[in-house]
């Protein structure tokens, strides 16, 4: 194989990968971001876990740090209990 077959066969596997690879960014746009958690846990739980995580970050949350405290708070709103409103 002389070096022009190799680029036109390079060329023609970057495309292929590339037009995967945007393929597969097109997917994570459509997937769903509804937030379902894990298991069932009381909103106590979850609240010493949010505690936790703050007392490991020092008081400063990195990015991924940031991203779990956002799933830990839904977290625990969906698992408080609610007030009643008296009529």
Avoid: C, K
């Amino acid at each position: 194989m002389d070096v022009t077959s190799n680029t036109v066969l390079n060329v023609r596997f970057v495309r292929g990968y590339s037009q995967r690879l945007h393929a597969t960014a097109r997917m994570l746009h459509i997937m769903s971001t509804t937030v379902e958690p894990a298991s069932v846990r009381s909103a106590d739980e979850v609240n010493e876990e949010i505690r936790a995580l703050w007392r490991r970050s020092g008081g400063t949350l990195s990015g991924e740090q940031r991203e779990e405290y956002q799933r830990l708070v839904l977290e625990w709103a969906a698992a408080a209990p609610r007030e009643s409103r008296a009529a």
